[in-house]
């Protein structure tokens, strides 16, 4: 997902070259903007940890990007590409270091596991909206 700073920031074109670059294949993909309701279901993993307010409050602060994307190995080589959650601890070249600002507005958001993955592909698309 590319999340509301990226977006606000104009950056949603280039990270989606990164990705792109880095051999994903995006499989479904819409521009939408989350309420704090749906925000926060999709957070809904982080409802008792201190950052749940914050980060549901900056999810629905402007559009995102959401997406499916494959690719072999595909969570890993994602976070991989995106770098630590906080931007000055990011290797260079990763997405989060090029683009995110802090460790609230940190650009975009990548499944932890094939299992989260699934969950938050289902989240936003139906079987009908992937390709």
Do not use: W
């Not at 683009?99 to 989260?116: C, L, M, W, Y």
């Amino acid at each position: 997902m590319l999340k509301p700073d990226a977006v606000q920031n104009g950056h949603a074109g280039a990270i989606l070259d990164h990705i792109l670059k880095a051999g994903f294949r995006v499989v479904a993909m819409k521009y939408t903007r989350l309420s704090e309701d749906t925000a926060g279901k999709f957070y809904a993993i982080h409802r008792e940890r201190p950052f749940y307010g914050e980060l549901v409050r900056c999810m629905s602060s402007g559009p995102i990007y959401a997406a499916i994307l494959e690719k072999e190995n595909a969570v890993e080589d994602f976070r991989n590409l995106i770098g630590a959650t906080d931007p000055a601890k990011a290797a260079p070249g990763t997405i989060r270091q090029l683009f995110a600002k802090s460790i609230e507005a940190n650009a975009v958001h990548g499944s932890d596991s094939d299992d989260n993955a699934d969950r938050e592909g289902n989240f936003f698309f139906s079987e009908f909206e992937r390709f």
